[in-house]
């Protein structure tokens, strides 16, 4: 949670360790003023629920409001570089028989 100063960066969180596309950088420091973008690259959604989520930690957990560019730049990279994983062909499979 923001608590109105920026969270210091570990050495082992930056921008060059994510997927290049377009606003990485934008999109890696909007993020990480409130968290590790570990814990956003674990995620995948879709673009719509990208900025879903996005409207909920503005509501919920104060963050900073970006200006429609700046969101459209952070969506759009948040949508190519994350986006829902495929589900696991199969399903899961009990390792001890039925």
């Not at 969180?13 to 690259?41: G, M, N, W």
């Not at 963050?63 to 190519?80: H, S």
Request: charged content about 20%.
């Amino acid at each position: 949670v923001a608590t109105g100063t920026t969270r210091a960066q570990s050495a082992d969180d930056k921008p060059e360790l994510y997927p290049d596309a377009p606003h990485r950088e934008q999109t890696f420091y909007a993020c990480t003023a409130c968290h590790s973008f570990k814990i956003v690259a674990a995620q995948g959604m879709t673009r719509q629920t990208w900025a879903e989520t996005m409207t909920w930690m503005t509501a919920k957990h104060n963050l900073p409001k970006l200006d429609d560019k700046e969101l459209d730049n952070v969506l759009d990279y948040l949508a190519v570089a994350f986006p829902p994983k495929a589900p696991v062909q199969g399903g899961w499979k009990n390792p001890f028989g039925n």
